[in-house]
């Protein structure tokens, strides 16, 4: 039997209801797309049921039930592994792929040789555009995404050029990197760059996976025709504390790769001073008795990160 146009990869982690959804849009975009396809779901040691109901409802899906969890590199890793198609489309649980998208990916990449990876429009549920591309972090970058400088300037200048706040989201683009949620890949493209550095479990992997693919001479690309709704983080949320160490521990790794060990260690100190404020604000507003559960708890998740970053 010859290969398919397409694989999609789905990593997934307690998040069954999510998975179904999603799983129901991949076949109705398939049944009516111009190219064959399969589907592998990887499960992350899911407690939720989700591998049982994808083996029950889903007989044409491949399932492999991992009895750990792999993270979004080491799970998408295994999942290319037992692929056969051309492209890869790695794709979050938390999604719903809208109709066309899938054919008017591929078409793309058949279209346009010199593209390793391309990523649709992201849009919220409301039907918003989500951010979903992106140049490539600087040092600037570094210290202002995702931090205590972010919520105080959310619309800093730093933030408007890693978002391309400068060029318009409705039109076909090369970008430094999309975002993982969605990315399809060229199989040559993964063959010759590698697979995903599982040394960054979650985040900042597909930003290094991109920028490898660049220093190779391949192109990254954004498609606005071909949109995919993200929910957004519905696996990552459930564990805050974990997801923001996680977070933190691949932007060092990355600024630690392409910055150099003097950026690093610079960018964890400023971490470890913006978690110690956050901690004290917590605890002062633990002291006056402002919602004391969720200071309680707010308070062990940024000691946590203090002990463990």
Known sequence: MSPPDLSIVIVSWNVKDLLRQCLQSLLADLQTAPL?????????????????????????????????????????????????????????????????ALAAMTAYLDAHPQVAALGPQLLWPSGQIQSSRRRF???????WESTLLEQWFPHNRFRRYYHLADCPPDRPQQVDWVVGAAIMIRRTAWEQVGPID????????????????????????YLPAAQVVHYEGKSSEQVFAARTLRF??????????????VWAAGLHGFLRLTFALQWAEETAKWLIGHRRPLRRQRMAAYGRLLREL
């Open 36 to 100: 064959t396809g399969e589907i592998i779901v990887v499960d992350s040691a899911s407690t939720d049921g989700s591998p049982q109901m994808t083996a029950r409802e889903f007989p044409q899906v491949t399932l492999i039930a991992s009895d750990r969890n792999l993270g979004y590199a080491g799970g998408n890793n295994r999942g290319v592994q037992a692929a056969r198609g051309r492209y890869l489309f790695l794709l979050n649980p938390d999604t719903v792929v809208k109709p066309g």
């Open 137 to 143: 972090p600087t040092p600037g970058t570094l210290f």
């Open 198 to 221: 599982e040394e960054y479990f979650m985040y900042f992997e597909e930003t290094d996976w991109c920028r490898r693919a660049a220093l190779a001479g391949w192109e990254v690309h």
């Open 248 to 261: 933190q521990r691949s932007k060092l790794r990355y600024t630690r790769k392409y910055f150099g060990p």
